[in-house]
């Protein structure tokens, strides 16, 4: 019992983790410019769909699998 307790909190947490990040990514994309969205490959339209797919595939050749990075340095 108490392993299946210790299973479904740390899969809560990473649902929670996984959620969060999302959404932080979608905050970060939907406040670029048509014309930066447009350089990494994706429409406004696009956000929602590409952010559901997460690190399945890139959406375009050429186009970054991870789109929100929080390791990323900004100069």
Known sequence: M???TENLARSL???Y???RQRRR???ELAA???RAL???GISR???RYVLSQGAAAPV???ASASLANSDLQHA
């Open 25 to 27: 990514a979608y905050i």
């Open 60 to 62: 375009r050749p050429g």
């Open 32 to 34: 670029l410019d048509d």
């Open 13 to 15: 947490a990473a649902s």
């Open 17 to 19: 983790a996984a959620w």
């Open 38 to 40: 447009a350089d990494i």
């Open 2 to 4: 108490l392993n299946f």
């Open 45 to 47: 339209s696009e956000i």
